[in-house]
């Protein structure tokens, strides 16, 4: 453990700066709770900085829908944490502000893209805190940090104010030490934002009500497409956790997934094409840097050339490529009916089962340094969470035991569309009767 919470480079702005809503009696639901948020989601007059040169000098104007709720809750807001540029990135080394150490083991990485979040979270510095999930940002670092995880349904909480990446796939989620925290967040940001047409109009159930309430679940675990490719240790948890399950009266059954190894391929293709339509409002003009010393041409590309890193640049050229035509077909076209093959395949195993249980990561933790150079093999220790992704439905990453490297070790459950509850509850009865 370092020294102080600081030494983790948690946070891109400074949390004494603390946000709450001045009132004699407090009764929201967040009340007494801290809560921390990715520097990727509007807190008016605070720093919006996606860890980003290209922003870095940039304030939000506004609150963020799930914001301005946290606030309505009585909730503390306590900081903006660090994150990988854009949230572009699986380990949190890509930003400005220094690559974010794990809690656990400070020589390794603690996930991303909401690595400051998990980090924040896993050494009690706030109760909870705000992420967003792409691809897995939510729940990676979740299982990298030993704590709990959700991303909710896409469409659950609204995007409105958060700064698009990949808008078919981006959600904002949770991070928290305990189901409870968890479910309550998610009660207070949950639900129809009309300043966000893809928000749904669904209602809210009562997560926390419904948390205690039995229920014997039908299980799903795709055995042949998860046991090539994780780590033993991360099978052995699994397989654990499933006869603890039988035990408990639930019904499990081995699924299949065909689809899914498609995942990687299918969600880098959308979400660079996405990144690279989404990131072009950066152009010295409207945000943040503007390097305007030349004439007009050359400001777009100084600004962008000076403002983003490496990772968002390789991003950008290789969305503009996917999106060019000629290849449009060829890559887009594809990979979005590949998109619809993989949501297909969950649909069809949710006619028979609740919740499917996967590994949350193929890994524990890697080295600080041991993927920057590689980036494929980065993008491949996203086999897991991104199919969830590509459906848009919700998961959620809970801490599952330790590995013999002493790491966490996060195991996913995920649920059908707009059935947080299901999986809330059944990470509710693990965390309250599993010992692991
Ligand atoms: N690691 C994935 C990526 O780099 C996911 C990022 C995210 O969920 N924001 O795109």
Redesign the pocket.
């Known amino acids: 453990m370092l020294q102080h919470y600081s030494d983790y480079n948690l946070f891109t702005s400074s949390p004494e700066e603390k946000l709450y809503i001045r009132r004699q009696i407090k009764t929201g639901l967040l009340q007494g709770k801290t809560i921390a948020i990715k520097d990727n989601i509007a807190v008016k007059g605070w720093q919006l900085s996606c860890a980003s040169g290209i922003l870095a000098n940039y304030l939000s104007p506004y609150h963020a829908t799930v914001v301005q709720r946290i606030l309505d809750g009585d909730g503390t807001i306590i900081g903006k944490t660090n994150l ?1 540029e854009f ?4 380990s949190n080394e890509h930003t400005i502000f220094g690559s974010v150490k794990n809690p656990v083991d400070s020589t390794k990485v603690p996930g ?2 909401s690595g400051g979040s998990a980090t924040a979270v896993a050494l009690g510095v706030c109760d909870m805190a705000l992420g ?7 729940r ?1 670092p979740a299982a990298f940090c030993g704590v709990y995880g959700l991303k909710p349904t896409y469409g659950r909480v609204s995007r409105y104010g958060l700064v698009a ?1 990949a808008s078919s796939f981006d959600q904002i989620g949770i991070l928290s030490n305990s189901t409870q925290d968890a479910a309550l967040l998610l009660q207070v940001i949950a639900g129809h934002d009309p300043s966000d047409a893809t928000s749904s109009d669904r209602q809210v159930p009562d997560y926390l009500k419904k948390l205690s309430e039995p229920e014997q679940h039908k299980v799903g675990i795709p055995w042949e497409q998860i046991t090539d490719g994780a780590d033993v240790e991360i099978i052995d948890r699994l397989k654990s956790l499933i006869t603890f399950l039988k035990s408990s009266g639930c019904d499990v059954k081995n699924i299949n997934l065909p689809h899914l190894r498609y995942s990687i391929a299918t ?2 293709i959308l ?1 660079m094409a996405e990144a690279s339509s989404n990131l072009a409002r950066y152009d010295g003009v409207r945000y943040g840097l503007s390097d305007r010393k030349n004439v007009l041409e050359n400001m777009y590309r100084d600004t962008r050339s000076a403002g983003f890193g490496e990772e968002v640049k390789r991003r950008i050229m290789l969305g503009t490529y996917i999106l060019s035509s000629g290849y449009y077909d060829a890559y887009y076209k594809k990979a979005q009916k590949v998109r619809r093959l993989i949501r297909d395949d969950f649909v069809n195993v949710f006619k028979n089962v609740d919740v499917i249980i996967l590994p949350t990561t193929p890994t524990p933790a890697f080295d600080l340094g041991e993927n920057l150079n590689d980036p494929i093999k ?2 491949l220790s ?1 086999i897991f ?2 199919p969830i ?1 590509l459906a848009g439905i919700p998961a959620l990453s809970v801490p599952a035991g330790t590995h013999s490297s002493g790491l966490p070790i996060g195991l996913q459950l995920v649920g059908d569309f707009f059935n947080e509850e299901t999986i809330l509850r059944l990470s509710y009865y693990i965390e309250c009767n599993y010992t692991k």
């Not at 949230?87 to 699986?90: E, K, R, T």
């Open positions: 990988d949230a572009m990135g699986s991303g893209s967003s999930d792409t691809g897995g940002s939510v990676q990446f969600y880098y979400t980065m993008y996203d969470t991104t992704n």
